[in-house]
């Protein structure tokens, strides 16, 4: 964890580098460690506190990075509006260090763990391969969906990801522990989590775009950076309000249909701003009900992984949620700019309108997916519960008739291996 944000200070101190792009791009690479600090701080989390503790501390986490998205950009937006976008880096690298000092004074060291080397050849693999896709979605507008160079970058990240896949599944110390996906509670909860950060982000960068989008174009709202990043103020707020309410919430709702409710939150929220965007409070409202979606349906998630898993791999369980939320969160922004691209008329600056509905709908239908399959990862997880508490009911009563004893962790680590 230190040496992640050692390198993430390290591209802060780059990219406040005024009048250098070259720089600029490698301190955004070096930044970009700092997406693997949240999985990190899970699995420390897993290993320093008790089983009830971790619990609500991973949930409290796994809505940390969305709060942190709503507050970063409208601050980003007051700095940049009064001091320039380098002077963006240059706060990001002091709140860098204090982190930096907290974790080396705060966070208990690991010696205690087995270590592990570095699967370098797999973490170069995985990043090829989603760089190739993400620049083949990003410019297939441009380019062409049926042009050479599309088809090439496609094919290209689509080989180069199925050979990090096996690579992954016969490496001892693989980055991404793709054999936990053979359970397919973890699969469903990793595909849910996937579906999320797409559909999260294509109405993030969509909204900001839109907010700052001029007037004369007949739909814009023509408000500046900063307003568009206060935009997602409600949007941050929301998401913690949610992570606090559910506990209070699962009194009356069963915990298992906690993330469908917050996928379906989401989708009335897309639904509101496709019928009215036309004012900017309605924007803040939406932005808070879409906060609240997200905030519940992740604060939830991790729960279903963690019960889904034993206790040894709840850390690369969770982190390869964290990877897929990740991922989903590149895919959305690419997929909500090629789509704006793809209604921007030639030698004009700004798409339709029709252009912007067109991206909201198709948030809609990504949200109801992860609505769907949060309600099938909810049914199997009620089934399985209700299977061991069954067994253990066998078990005791066996106990009294001197008969086999049912052992609740060897049952679940087996479950867990065959996909149950």
């Known amino acids: 964890m230190i040496g992640a944000l050692a390198v993430v200070l390290i591209g802060c101190v780059f ?9 600029l791009i490698v301190g955004r690479g070096l930044q970009g460690i700092g997406l693997g600090l949240m999985p990190l701080a899970m699995a420390v989390a897993r290993d320093h506190l008790g089983a009830q503790r971790a619990r609500a501390c991973v949930a409290a986490l796994s809505v940390t ?15 940049a509006h009064f001091w320039g976008f380098h002077a963006c880096f240059v706060v990001a690298a002091l709140a860098t260090t204090i982190v930096l000092i907290g974790a080396i004074v705060v966070v208990p060291g690991s010696g205690h763990l087995e270590r ?28 062409g969906w049926t042009s050479v160079p599309l ?7 689509a080989v180069i990801l199925a050979l990090w896949a096996r690579h992954e599944l016969g490496c001892d110390h693989p980055i991404v522990q793709l054999r936990l996906l053979r359970n397919r509670s973890v699969l469903t909860a990793d595909v849910t ?33 900063m307003i568009a990043g206060l935009v997602l ?3 941050s707020l929301a998401s913690v309000v949610a992570n606090k309410l559910v506990p ?10 906690i993330m469908p409710v917050g996928a379906l939150a989401f989708v009335a929220a897309l639904v509101l701003l496709l019928f009215g965007r036309s004012d900017l409070w309605i924007v803040f409202v939406v932005m808070g009900i879409a906060g609240l979606g997200v905030g519940f349906t992740f604060a939830a998630m991790p729960a279903f992984i963690v019960s889904a ?24 922004s690419a997929l909500s700019a090629t789509v704006l691209a793809g209604y921007t008329l030639p030698g004009q600056l700004y798409p339709t309108d029709n252009g912007y509905s067109t991206v909201i709908v198709v948030g809609v239908g990504l949200w109801i997916v992860t609505a769907l399959l949060a309600l099938t990862l909810s049914y199997a997880r009620r089934r399985t519960v209700r299977v061991r508490e069954e067994l253990i009911d066998e078990s005791v009563e066996s106990a009294a008739t001197g008969g086999f004893v049912y052992d609740i962790d060897s049952r679940r680590d087996m479950g867990a291996r065959n996909g149950v």
Do not use: K
């Not at 969305?66 to 700095?79: E, K």
């Open 193 to 225: 989590g996937l579906l999320a950060g797409i559909g999260m982000f294509v109405m993030s960068s969509t909204v900001i775009r839109f907010v700052q989008t001029p007037t004369d174009t007949g739909y814009g709202l023509g408000r500046s950076a």
């Open 233 to 235: 103020v409600p949007f």
């Open 15 to 23: 990219a406040a580098i005024p009048g250098n792009f070259a720089m």
């Open 151 to 157: 088809l090439s970058c496609a094919v290209l990240g």
């Open 248 to 257: 209070a919430t699962s009194r009356w709702l069963p915990r298992n249909l």
């Open 65 to 79: 990075a969305v709060a942190g998205i709503g507050l970063g950009y409208p601050l980003t937006g007051v700095i």
């Open 116 to 143: 592990h080397p570095l699967d370098v050849v797999g973490a170069l693999a995985l990043g090829a391969g989603l760089t190739a896709l993400l620049i083949a979605i990003s410019l297939g507008g441009q380019w």
């Open 309 to 332: 898993v034993p206790a040894h791999e709840t850390g690369s369980a969770l982190g390869v949620n964290q990877v897929t939320r990740t991922v989903g969160g590149a895919v959305g």
